[in-house]
C-alpha cells in the first residue's frame, strides 16, 4: 500500500510547474501501477491548448469552474465541480478558467514524471527506464 500527501511532495520532482497550471503528481510510472493520478490547478483567466496524442486522460473537476473545447468538433462544455471528461481519442482540446480550476486527472500510460506541454500542447511518451532515472 501507499499512502501519499500533497503535502508531502511539495517542492518535490512529483510537483511540476508550467504557464498556466501546476500539477501534484501523486502516482507516477515509478509507482508501477498502469497509471499516475494527478492533483492538478489551472490558474484563474488563463486558457491552455492541449493535445494528448500518446495518452488517454480522465479529467474530474473538484473546484472552480471553466469552459472546455472540443477543437475537433467545436462543441463546448461547462466545467464544475463532479463534472469529468475523457479524452478516450486523443481529442485536441482548449480549457479557458473562469476561476483556479482543480482537476483530479489520471494518464493511461502513467506519467514518469516531469513531463509538461510541447508546442503542440502534448507529452512526450517516456518509457519505464526514463522513469526509472527519474526516481
Ligand atoms: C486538465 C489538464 O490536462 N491540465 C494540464 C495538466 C495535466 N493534467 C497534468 O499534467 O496534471
Redesign the pocket.
Known amino acids: 500500500m501507499i499512502v501519499r500527501s500533497i503535502d508531502q511532495i511539495s517542492g518535490t520532482d512529483r510537483t511540476?510547474k508550467?504557464k498556466t497550471?501546476e500539477?501534484r503528481?501523486l502516482i507516477l510510472a515509478r509507482d508501477r501501477v498502469g497509471f499516475s493520478l494527478?492533483d492538478?490547478v489551472?490558474y484563474a483567466g488563463t486558457t491552455?491548448d492541449?493535445w494528448?496524442a500518446n495518452h488517454v486522460?480522465a479529467?474530474y473537476c473538484v473546484a472552480g469552474s471553466g469552459q472546455l473545447i472540443n477543437k475537433e468538433t467545436g462543441e463546448t462544455y461547462d466545467i464544475a465541480p463532479g463534472t469529468m471528461y475523457l479524452l478516450n481519442g486523443n481529442e485536441r482540446h482548449t480549457?479557458t478558467c473562469h476561476t483556479d480550476l482543480n482537476?483530479v486527472?489520471v494518464?493511461n500510460p502513467p506519467?514518469a514524471g516531469p513531463?509538461t506541454?510541447d508546442a503542440n500542447g502534448t507529452?512526450p511518451l517516456m518509457t519505464e527506464s526514463v522513469s526509472e532515472v527519474a526516481s
Do not use: D, G, I
Open positions: 511540476v508550467a497550471w500539477s503528481r494527478h492538478t489551472l491552455t492541449m494528448y486522460e479529467v480549457l482537476m486527472c494518464f506519467l513531463e506541454h507529452y
